[in-house]
């Protein structure tokens, strides 16, 4: 794409905003302001590279300054189970009873490796976009 005389090339948007390794918590808000105002539009393809290089930038100070612990079988499965409104009983298939249910969800018991897979299926089959594996459920 040749850009307009109103379009920015990418050199321009790197004078103006002169993206670097976040450092501080002043850069780190300055930055996200930057990328949710290029959220609300469509982005030229400069725009878009700038984008990327900004969303890299604040995802690593993220990982340095607010690092996420692992995430565990219960939350996984409250997480999954609340944003589908899928109910205990729906999962007996996989469980084999509403009390083995209750105890994986309440943290009272594991599951086996393949019941990891079949939830894994489950939760994929419900949203095509999701590509959950039973890594994600701790096997």
Avoid: W
């Avoid at 990328?35 to 690593?60: C, Q, W």
């Avoid at 899928?86 to 083995?100: C, D, K, M």
């Avoid at 943290?107 to 590509?131: H, I, M, Y």
């Amino acid at each position: 794409m040749i850009p307009t005389s109103s379009e920015k090339t990418y050199t321009d948007l790197l004078i103006q905003y002169q993206p670097k390794l976040i450092k501080t918590e002043e850069e780190y808000q300055r930055a996200l302001c930057i990328v949710e105002g290029m959220m609300s539009g469509e982005l030229t393809e400069a725009e878009t590279m700038l984008f990327d290089l900004l969303v890299f930038l604040i995802e690593t100070y993220e990982a340095q300054h607010y690092p996420m612990g692992e995430s565990t079988l219960v939350a996984t499965m409250e997480s999954l189970m609340h944003e589908f409104d899928v109910p205990p009983a729906t999962l007996v298939e996989i469980f084999g009873s509403v009390e083995l249910v209750r105890e994986i969800i309440n943290g009272e018991r594991g599951v086996s490796k393949a019941q990891a897979k079949s939830l894994a299926t489950f939760f994929n089959d419900l949203s095509p976009g999701l590509s959950l594996t039973s890594k994600d459920f701790g096997k």
